[in-house]
Structure formats: structure tokens, C-alpha cells
């Protein structure tokens, strides 16, 4: 039995095979097309059941056969992973739906999903010999990716927008690693930015995609869920969508798993997006296979979704709607903040990208697309400490204020 089944990388467009070997590749050499990670599943269906995963250490680390590390002793890890597939006690009932499931990856190291996709890029950069990197952050991710990479006595540089607030900024230093805050027009002159890089400059990227490695982690959601719901898909999952690593790996994990045998069906994968920019979500309903740079980033509170144009034109997250009969959804900041107070009912304190995944499945269901009776997950990808100001307007409006007065606390109480 192998310790990984990754055999090499494919790539999108050209479709050209290279092997992995130790090589610092990112995107395709010979037409800077997008590289996927490629596994030997007849192998591992011969030798594997899902049993076998089960007893193991709880992390993203259960599931080594699936991912592209080579040996364990270059894992980079802080636990991430394997966070609760939690049964909604309110939201469900709010809009009659027998089986809605959040799961809150607001558990995780540094707070958010990001860590799944980081423990695995710097253990397989630890892996072939990477001494420094480089990625572009809504925020989340650069603190992850420092965290990580301190971890592995890796130095780092992080692009961080203008637009993350400054405690988001302040994390990033405060991980250890170096932060520089990129001012910019559009998404579009930072994917720019990021090829020439990869072009011109002699530095490993950590951006997902671009980084062939990094959102393979985010097939991880497809093997704890499935195996949650009792070797079973749910029906939907519904993903907030920024670049879309954690939609795309989700469907790869799940779609793995079909071809395995070790589920029956496979989710329509639904992506939510702030109706100030959505360029998926925008070219998915008007049925187009390429994403284009629409909107205006600072329009909107859902500032790690915000982004206005898509990397490599969304193909892949567009690609993943299509084949599984997904839909896309767009919402408004409005109806962010709703689905972010529905949430503290749950005891998830999401931040308002996560909640629109929630506030995405209320337009579903008022567009009558989702039967009671079916499993629903949303993804919560990031906890809402991060933006404290938005969590503390939202809070202080139903507070009152008392004495040390039995009378006062006794009215109160009655109040109940
Ligand atoms: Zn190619």
C-alpha cells in the first residue's frame, strides 16, 4: 500500500502529462495553462476501504493516500481539519429543510479554510526543497500561509489588498511572515502581476490554481463530509466562491469518490458570490464557459469573496457548476447580514463571506429549487472575529443597560 497515490500533473488546457519529481513547477511550462494533481485509483480502490481511514489521527492528514505528499515526514500541520459537520437547530426550520448541515471551518488553526490548502502546500514545498514563497491575500490566506510557513523555517511574502482590514493585515506580520499591501484597480492587474512573476521572477507561488497543490487539500470537505453522512453525498453544497479552490476541490473529492465506489451519487455544487461583482456567478447564468472582470470590489461587505475578475477566467470553478447541474447565486450585503445574525443563532460567529453561502441558499429556496427533503451543506469557511467592527454594529443594537438592582434584574428576567 502507498503512503500518497499522486502519480503527476496534467494540464488543463494543453493537456500535456509532466511528472512531479522534485520540480518547483507551477502553472504548464509549455502553455501556462493550469497544472491538476493526478492519482492511480485503481490501485488504491484495490487496497483501500473507507474503514481504513477512520481510526486515524484527526486532520486533512487522515486522507494522505489521496493527497500528493510524498512521505509523512514532511508534514506541516497544526490540526487543521476534520472540523464539525453541524445539524442546523434554526436556519433549517426557518426555511423548512429537514437536513441543513454548516461546515464550520471557523475552527480551524488560524480561523479559517485556508489552513487545509496551507498545511498541504508547505509540506509539499518543505518537500521539494523550497526555501521561499510568495502569494496574494484577501487576507485569510496570508495569515495561514505565514503561519505554515514559519512552521517550516520558510520565508515569506505576502501580497495583501488594500481592502482587508487592518487587523487582517496585522495577523500576517503577527504570523511571521512579510506583508506588503498591494493598492490596485482591478483583480485583473494582480493575476497579471502574479504570471509575469511567475514568468520573470524566480519565486514559488502559493496562489491557488497557480500553485498546482494547494487546493487539492480542499478535496479533504468531500472525504469528512461523505464520511459524516454515512458514506453518502449530500445533494448540495453551497460554497462561497472568491478564487474557488475550496468549490473545485470539493467536487474533485467527491467525484474521486464516485469513482471509487464509495459513494452513490455526487452534490450539485451551488457557488455564492457578493452581487457587487460575481463574475462566476454572472457567467454561469448566462451560460458562458469564461469568467470576465465585472463589477466593483469595494461595493461590498464580503470582502474575501470580493474579487472582481476570476483567475485564469474561472474555467475550472465554472467547469465544476456545469458538470454537476450546479447553480450560482448572487447576494446582496443586506442579505449577508441576515444570514450572519441566522448564524449566531446557530452559535457560528461566520464572517460575511461564509454567510452568504447561507443567505445563497435562501435565494435557492425562494426560487423553489430545493426540496425539504434534501441534505444540504454550507460551507463556513472563516470565522467573523476578523471583521470585529461589522460584528460589533451588529451586536450592540439589542443591548440593554442595567444597575446592581434585583427589581431591574427580576423585569428583565421576567422578559425572557
Ligand atoms: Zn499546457
Known sequence: MSWSYATHYKCDDCKIELSMGNRAVTTCPDCGGLLEVQYNFEELKKKSTPSDFKNRDRSIWRWHEFLPLKSKENIVSMGEGDTPLLPSIYIGGKLGLEKLYFKNDTLMPTGSFKDRGFSLAISYAKEIGITEGMTYSSGNAGMSFS????????????????????????????????????????????????????????????????????????????????????????????????????????????????????????????????????????????????????????????QSISADAPIQDGKRVLNALYESNGYAEEVTDEEIIGAMKDLGREGIVADPASAASVAGLKRLVQRGLIDSKSTIVCVITGGGLKQPKLIESLGNEDHVHINPDLSELSKLIKGL
Open 147 to 302: 503561519a505554515y510557513a514559519q512552521r517550516a523555517n520558510m520565508k515569506t511574502l505576502t501580497l495583501v489588498e488594500y481592502l482587508a482590514n487592518p487587523l487582517k493585515q496585522s495577523l500576517i506580520t503577527l504570523s511571521g511572515g512579510k506583508t506588503a499591501i498591494l493598492h490596485y484597480k482591478s483583480m485583473n492587474e494582480i493575476t497579471q502581476l502574479l504570471e509575469e512573476a511567475s514568468r520573470e521572477l524566480n519565486i514559488y507561488q502559493f496562489v491557488n490554481f497557480i500553485n498546482p497543490i494547494r487546493h487539492e487539500a480542499m478535496k479533504t470537505y468531500a472525504y469528512e463530509i461523505s464520511e459524516a453522512l454515512g458514506w453518502e453525498s449530500p445533494d448540495y453544497m453551497i460554497h462561497p466562491v472568491g478564487t474557488g479552490g475550496g468549490l473545485w476541490g470539493a467536487w474533485k473529492g467527491f467525484k474521486e469518490l464516485y469513482e471509487l465506489q464509495w459513494i452513490s451519487k455526487l452534490p450539485k455544487m451551488v457557488a455564492v458570490q457578493p452581487s457587487a461583482t460575481g463574475p462566476h456567478v454572472k457567467a454561469f447564468n448566462q451560460g458562458k464557459k469564461v469568467a470576465v472582470r465585472v463589477g466593483d470590489p469595494t461595493k461590498t461587505i464580503a
